[in-house]
């Protein structure tokens, strides 16, 4: 078996009596999009920080492409991307400025590739970074990231502040270095975007990593929202007793539920009716959590 | 000028850099058009002989020939001005270099890369000697150009020797300053902190020309090996050249395992 790109051993940060994760025991495999999800202050970016080499552990170790994250910490740089969470990039340079210098110091880069990767996020490299709004600072923030082609890819919230359209974008830039043996581990707080573009998820919350999971099952698992507007009285108890839904109310012909795993049996009930809109609410992953829970004990 | 860390923290200070050197040079534009009149008022220099030992030995020794160009740049520059020009110089790009980033949060970005953190802090420590010898040099320019002006006669070699101490002692608390920022990575502490031990190292040298007990303990201030011998009239003390840059050298090094061990702060 090839040898894990990441791998925490223990893993425990405490910043002074603050926990910042806990006994992590993580694995990411070669080529595979790892999605770290977690609620505010779940401890993403303490691990991703520990991984940078950038705050040390409490106890434990972690080690990234077969090298302490710590001793061999320049090694493993040479070969990883990272957008950092809270991005601060230099204000008074240009982008193409700020994209030569981080090249330079890596020993050069292909200008080239720089170029198509500004292009493909439409980005304009000439502007001063200080006038750049939030989302051409995070195109600018994941551009830097790829600029050497790193074999790994560590992303810390990387499409906050871009719009739909350049997020599908990124995800289209995901999938593609994916398919050229790239590995990424991207955290994230949305469950819709992880769904999206990850293979394998692990769940952090409150420091510590409660599971991890295949997509797949986690969508089988997952508790979604959904809001049917329908053009007349519909039957409440019909949708009550389907399989998967939990809390449906009627209100003024709009039914609301929660519905865990497929949505089909719902769908095709509704489809009984004459459906003027549905909505599908994001839920929010505290409510995901104690959905997966009860949803794994029920199994 | 973006190829390494170096060049980019000298390319980052163009702007600021060109603004100090104005100001250097309106400075020696004004002392030298002040020294004639200076000359031309011998009381001035009875005024100083009468005046008690102790305000003497406070402003300096140098008061005493007040009216020599040396006697004038040493009371008028090199005691108390161009000390405080290169520590605020050197203080704020010290504490700036890691601290400072630290604080705008690009570090994360910086250290992100296959750099070793000592290199990041030497490279740092390196732009700060360079930029603060280039402001000295700025100094000794505008002085040799201004002075023959008003026929005030002083030797380039010994001013260059007076200014080289003077950048010394601007980079031993740049040094401290950037150490400061290294250990805690707060831009504040190490500004206050390196600022508070300038004046009381420069306050325990002139003190201790007066005061009894404190004979002796001025030989632990940065002050005395700076301005004791006097390299304006006498010419570089090469072991109080010495201690400064190996103190400086020192702090430096320190920085670095300083930085290499901690946290980089969010
Ligand atoms: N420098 C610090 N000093 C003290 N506590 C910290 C520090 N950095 C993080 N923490 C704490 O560690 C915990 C984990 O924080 P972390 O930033 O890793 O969370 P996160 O999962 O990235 O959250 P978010 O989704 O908000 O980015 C939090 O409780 C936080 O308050
Ligand atoms: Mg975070």
Redesign the interface.
Known sequence: MQEPVIRTEALTKYYGRQRGVEDLDLEVKRGEVFGYLGPNGAGK?TTI?LL?????PTRGRAEVLGMDAHAQ???I??R???L?G???????MTGS?LL???G???GGVDRGYVASLAERLECDLRQRIKTLSRGNKQKLGII?AFIHRPELVVLDEPTGGLDPLMQHEFHRMVRELVAEGTTFFISSHNLPEVERICDRVGIVREGSLVAVDEIESLKAKALRKLEIHFASPVPLTLFQELPGVRDARLENNTLSCSVVGSMDAVIKTAARFEVLNVVSPEVSLEEIFIEYYQGGSDA | MLSNIFLKTLRDQRVSFTWWSLGVVALCVFLVAYYPSVTRTPSLSEFFEEAPEWIKAFVGESIEDYTSPAGYLNGELFYMMAPLIFLIFAIARGSAAIAGEEHDGTLDLLLANPLPRWQVVLEKAASLAVSTVALGAVLWLSLIVAAPAVNMDISHARLAAAILSCVLLGLVFGAFALALGCATGKRGTAIGVATALAFATFFLNSLAHVVGGLKGWNRLSPFYYYIEAEPLKYGLNGLHALVLFSVALLLVGLSSVFFARRDVLV
């Open positions: 970016t920080r940078l080499d950038l705050i040390r910490g320049v090694a740089r040479e990883v991307g990272y950092p809270e991005l601060s990039l230099y204000d008074k400025e030569q210098y981080l330079n110091l890596r830097q």
